[in-house]
């Protein structure tokens, strides 16, 4: 039987930080006492009603329907926030509506998603996770909250914690992959990026971790579907992100559109009461996602509106976005006894404190100032960061016999896909503030580089007819036009440039696929080109990881370049030429068939894991691919080379109150200075509870030049292994454990040690 050791540092940390911020608040609590005692239930409630902008605020004022209603609610101050209320003269006026005109003046929060940017668009979130780049993440989300800041808006919905193994699922692209420990980093780095050290300077905007919880586990990978998960996974996989983002000081969480347990999250008291406001003592508020307290309704959950609305606030949840609900029905719920006035009380005061911590009651029009709008907004030092994230979300998936990176002088060179011109795929999904055909395209990028010859052909189109609707992706399947053209461009090339992948709305809410091929007709485009030209460079623009087997078996070099915002093509020709040395990691596993999929590293070994000698069938297996996955996890390759080697461990027996030192040599032996993400993993061998094979816990980022070796080294204490036990606890256990370092999760470089009492 184990021995167990109780280590109480989740406790600690979030104890200290909750301290730390209550002691710096009592002046604002003591003034939101003062503000409450003055507010009416009606107001009250008012504070957790949020409107989608709904009418042009500098135009005429609403006179009837609904819009006239809404605005009268401004003026009573019947609405704590609104969103997608942008630019400072709308700000402005929607603000001076609340803060003149109603009884109170209290100001409004401004919301919108600030995903990946404002309107200077950084890489997609998952890209921009290939990086494991902490600090170039965090400048990244610094530079969304600049610019969204200058434009009136004082709070994302961002960033998205949620872990998933699914690439089918849309807003894979939204999240920081399938690893709990790399996405609690990205949580954090994203969460202080947007904060900033002093959230009532007015180039900082407040963050909010979603979606809570589990929403990334959608079954079959299709949005809002249901979840079901145990215990283990919804705390040993789910939840880290999310407590990390509280230990980021996060002001805002969201709730998720999926039941868990059989309880829609909006509703679910389990997740707001206990854990979130219980366990964690989380201090900030709690939004809803758009709609998500009415389809409770929809859900089977509630009777109607107003039992939703009953179940919503008594769960825990703030604020109603878009729902209409509480403003319709909490008074009258109050006033019936079903829910207590306590509960309304908590909610306000949340929402308060945001909201002095803002700044906002200090000088409600802080965010609304012009010349900054003008100044800050598309300004060359914020697409210099967006360049400098780009280019690190960069992986390189292969390039055998070194045909990158190119030569800069005396080339032929073709460019052959549907998205190499393209202007608008780039820019990804949730990019609401950006304008159409905005980034560099890899043509304008490959231009830049006066050497060489290009020759462009799209060879197909990827969606029919013009550009694709937002909300309407019509594949193209049948036009096979300009194959033959692209093909005839490609002959006697010295390399061609392939630029395939998926349209930019094609990942994204509400955007799941059941197949992860490359869409239409481009892997007819690229087998055509290849048996002409076999010197092939693909480019890949997605958003998800895509099945590309038949491009791993034949094509010669792949650099996968996601969906990389405004500069996108800046990026990939830096790369391309090699001025910029890839050093990009896959956050997911990249499958070879959408069969395998859920398909992720850190899975648990089963009674009959491998192969059994001789028996053929009673193992886990397909019968028709391998298990294994096409590039794995925290796989990337380099134009340089490194290697691992001396691996050591200063002992083989760790304590309770002890640490371990585990060292190796890192050299680079090739021809390129490069960068290279090393990783270390661990595996606890034997538990309270099954533990995966392998499981992230320390990455760091090593420099070297050519022919240079370094001696990096990691420590490990017992709280590095901890995990949610079969006790109900985050503990670590004694016993025997391995740990791995390499470049990816498919390390075999291992050594062994002990955890004792």
């Avoid at 499958?591 to 999929?597: C, D, I, K, T």
């Avoid at 859920?598 to 691919?625: A, I, K, Q």
């Amino acid at each position: 039987m184990k021995k167990y050791i109780l280590i109480t540092f989740c406790l600690f940390v979030f104890g200290h930080s909750n301290y730390a911020q209550t002691k710096l608040d009592v002046v604002v609590e003591k003034k939101i006492d003062s503000l409450m005692e003055l507010m009416t239930l009606e107001e009250k409630v008012g504070q957790m009603n949020q409107y989608n902008g709904f009418w042009n605020v500098t135009g005429p004022i609403p006179e009837e329907g609904d819009a006239s209603n809404k605005f009268e609610h401004l003026k009573n101050g019947w609405v704590g926030s609104m969103l997608n209320v942008t630019g400072v003269e709308e700000v402005r006026k929607v603000q001076k509506i609340v803060v003149e005109e109603s009884r109170l003046g209290i100001p409004l929060i401004i919301g919108y998603d600030v995903i990946h940017g404002y309107r200077t668009q950084s890489p997609i979130p998952l890209a921009e996770s290939a990086s494991w780049d902490m600090y170039a993440i965090k400048a990244s989300a610094a530079m969304a909250a600049d610019e969204a800041s200058a434009a009136g808006i004082n709070w994302t919905f961002a960033p998205m914690v949620d872990i998933s193994r699914d690439a089918r699922w849309g807003r894979v692209m939204e999240g920081a992959g399938e690893d709990p420990y790399l996405g609690s980093q990205i949580a954090k780095a994203r969460i202080t990026g947007f904060q900033g050290e002093d959230l009532s300077a007015p180039n900082t905007i407040a963050a909010t971790a979603k979606h809570f919880a589990g929403y990334g586990f959608s079954e079959a990978g299709r949005d809002y579907n249901t979840v079901d998960v145990g215990t283990s996974t919804l705390y040993n996989t789910i939840f880290p992100p999310f407590m990390a983002a509280i230990e980021a000081d996060v002001k805002t969480f969201m709730n998720s559109f999926n039941v868990l347990n059989g309880i829609p999250a909006t509703g679910n008291s389990f997740l707001q009461r206990e854990v979130l406001k219980g366990e964690w003592d989380y201090q900030g508020f709690v939004v809803s996602d758009w709609g998500s307290m009415a389809e409770m309704v929809a859900h089977g959950y509630s009777k109607d509106g107003k039992a939703a609305a009953e179940s919503a606030a008594n769960a825990g949840s703030d604020m109603d976005m878009e729902s209409y609900l509480y403003v319709k029905h909490l008074k009258i719920l109050v006033d019936e006894g079903k829910v207590s006035v306590d509960k309304i009380d908590d909610a306000v005061r949340r929402i308060l404190r945001v909201k002095y911590e803002l700044g906002l009651f200090d000088n409600p029009y802080k965010y609304c100032n012009e010349e900054r709008e003008k100044e800050v907004i598309g300004s060359v030092k914020n697409k210099a960061i967006a360049l400098d994230m780009a280019e690190k979300s960069i992986v390189l998936l292969k390039n055998e016999n070194q045909l990158l990176p190119l030569k800069k002088k005396g080339m032929n060179i073709a460019v052959i896909g549907p998205l190499a011109a393209d202007k608008n795929s780039p820019l990804g999904g949730w990019r609401l503030a950006a304008e159409d055909n905005s980034a560099v395209s890899v043509m304008e990028g490959l231009k830049k580089y006066k050497g060489n010859k290009l020759h462009h052909e799209k060879g197909v189109e990827l969606v029919k007819g013009k550009e694709a609707f937002v909300f309407e992706i019509d594949i193209n399947t049948t036009d096979r036009t300009g194959i033959a053209e692209a093909v005839e461009v490609a002959k006697n090339k010295d390399v061609v440039v392939m630029v395939l992948g998926e349209h930019g709305f094609q990942s994204g809410e509400g955007r799941s696929r059941a197949s992860l091929d490359l869409p239409g007709l481009q892997q007819e485009l690229l087998e055509a080109v290849y048996a002409v030209n076999k010197n092939i460079v693909l480019v890949l623009m997605n958003g998800r990881p895509l099945t590309i087997n038949w491009a791993d078996e034949n094509i010669p070099a792949i650099v996968e370049a996601w969906q990389l915002g405004s500069t996108s093509g800046d990026a990939i020709a830096k790369v391309l030429y090699g001025d910029y040395n890839p050093s990009g990691k896959l956050p997911m596993t990249f499958p070879r068939n959408v069969g395998q999929v859920p398909l992720y590293y850190n899975y648990l070994s089963t009674g009959r894991p491998t192969y059994p000698g001789d028996d053929l069938v009673f193992w886990t297996h397909y019968t028709d691919e391998v298990n294994t996955p096409l590039y794995e996890f925290g796989y990337g390759l380099s134009y340089t080379e490194f290697t691992y080697d001396n691996l050591k461990l200063n002992t083989n027996s760790l304590n309770k109150t002890g640490e371990l030192k585990v060292s190796f040599d890192l050299s680079n032996t090739g021809k390129y200075e490069g960068k290279e993400v090393v990783q270390l993993y661990i595996q606890d061998l034997f538990a309270s509870i099954t533990r995966p094979v392998k499981e992230l816990k320390d990455f760091r980022m090593i420099s070297l030049k050519p022919g240079e070796t370094k001696n990096v080294s990691f420590v490990i204490t017992p709280m590095t292994l901890e995990f949610y036990s079969a006790n109900n606890i985050w503990e670590s256990e004694t016993g025997d454990f391995k740990v791995f370092i390499g470049g990816s999760s498919n390390t075999q470089l291992a050594s062994d040690f002990t955890l004792k009492d």
